[in-house]
């Protein structure tokens, strides 16, 4: 079946320094990418939204010149995290729309942590 | 606003015992609803859903019922096995293939 992947799983970076999460359709074309981040505790809250070849649609409150999202391709779309804190320590995941079989599919989710 | 609450885990049980995971949802009209499962090092596969109320969604043993006057779709199974073990998340179709979450709750299965 369809497979979104996740890289990396688990990620530790230094305060201040950037960081970039890739997720990739495996087996079919996706136009749409979503990102989602968890806090401990609280939901999946979606980030934004990646369309290839056009500027990312980011969720009220949530900063685009620290959360740069590419979709270049149509299998990869890709999150950084740029000057990361402590507060960015969080679970990333990543879904993916198969327009297709109109379905969507999520990755295994990264963990960033900064220290 | 918009919201999904399920119960907090971990949840433990024993195999073979029953399972109810609750969850309830504050939505403008009537969204088709979900369970997703993340087993450990995967990515959240869908479970069951429901698109109108009254609808009952069901795979695996597992099952759960829209119910419109309590705005309720808690997951239901019977006899929970080992590989049952995950974390499963309840979730509404907002729209332009964006999904309201709940938090997750985590199922421990003992054998």
């Known amino acids: 079946g369809a497979v979104v992947s996740q890289h990396p799983s688990w990620v530790i970076c230094k305060s201040g320094t950037s960081v970039k999460i890739e997720c990739r359709s495996l087996?079919?074309?996706?136009?749409?990418m979503f990102w989602y981040r968890q806090f401990p505790k609280q939901s999946l809250m979606l980030m934004a939204t990646?369309?290839?070849?056009?500027?990312?649609?980011?969720e009220q409150g949530v900063e685009k010149d620290k959360f740069l999202i590419n979709h270049a391709s149509l299998t990869l779309s890709t999150l950084t995290v740029t000057s990361a804190h402590p507060e960015d320590s969080s679970f990333y995941i990543c879904?993916?729309?198969?327009?297709?079989?109109?379905?969507?599919?999520f990755g295994e989710g990264s963990w960033l942590t900064v220290v | 606003g918009d919201s999904v609450t399920q119960m907090e885990g971990p949840v433990t049980l024993s195999e073979e015992a029953f399972l109810t995971i609750n969850c309830t949802y504050t939505?403008?009209?009537?969204?088709?609803l979900f369970w997703y499962v993340q087993y450990p090092g995967e990515g959240l596969q869908l479970l069951l859903k429901?698109?109108?109320?009254?609808d009952k969604g069901s795979n695996k043993g597992f099952e759960a019922t829209y119910r419109k006057e309590t705005t309720s779709f808690h997951l239901e199974k019977g006899s929970v096995q080992v590989s049952d073990s995950a974390v499963y998340f309840c979730?509404?179709?907002?729209?332009?293939?964006?999904?309201?979450f709940g938090t997750g709750t985590r199922l421990k299965v003992l054998a």
């Open positions: 879904s993916a729309h198969d327009r297709a079989g109109d379905t969507i599919y």
């Open positions: 087996d079919f074309q996706a136009t749409t």
């Open positions: 990646s369309n290839e070849g056009s500027k990312a649609t980011y």
């Open positions: 939505a403008t009209g009537y969204p088709s």
């Open positions: 429901a698109t109108k109320a009254d």
């Open positions: 979730a509404y179709y907002s729209g332009t293939y964006k999904y309201i």
